[in-house]
Nanobody
Framework: VQLQASGGGLVQPGGSLRLSCAAS????????MHWYRQTPGKPRELVAT???????NYADSVKGRFTISRDNAKNTMFLQMNSLEPEDTAVYYC??????????????WGQGTQVTVSS
């Protein structure tokens, strides 16, 4: 099983980016999916969570600006980030609770994608 995160880049303050996270491999089902972010010297921060049924939760710092979504048919998750601020600069990681066809349930992580907000 692999998670592939993409969509990061350099954007000016006030701009937008859309991150994607695609799961592939031997997957029976995907439960909760998450976006985290991390800056040097700080612990990884939970940004947003989405359940298989579409319930969402956000960190206070991104509420009203970020939107998490998923396409269960394509095993893909998204993070639409609007009104970006320099404080949003970080490496963004996706994570998902995946059950394999053999009944093994584990959290898997993507490799991270850099988001830089700067003028």
């Amino acid at each position: 099983v692999q998670l592939q995160a993409s969509g990061g880049g350099l954007v000016q303050p006030g701009g937008s980016l859309r991150l994607s996270c695609a799961a592939s491999g031997s997957i029976d089902s995907i439960d909760n999916m998450h976006w985290y972010r991390q800056t040097p010297g700080k612990p990884r921060e939970l940004v947003a969570t989405i359940t298989r049924g579409g319930n969402t939760n956000y960190a206070d710092s991104v509420k009203g600006r970020f939107t998490i979504s998923r396409d269960n048919a394509k095993n893909t998750m998204f993070l639409q980030m609007n009104s970006l601020e320099p404080e949003d600069t970080a490496v963004y990681y996706c994570s998902a609770l995946i059950t394999t066809p053999w009944g093994r349930e584990l959290y898997y992580w993507g490799q991270g994608t850099q988001v830089t907000v700067s003028s």
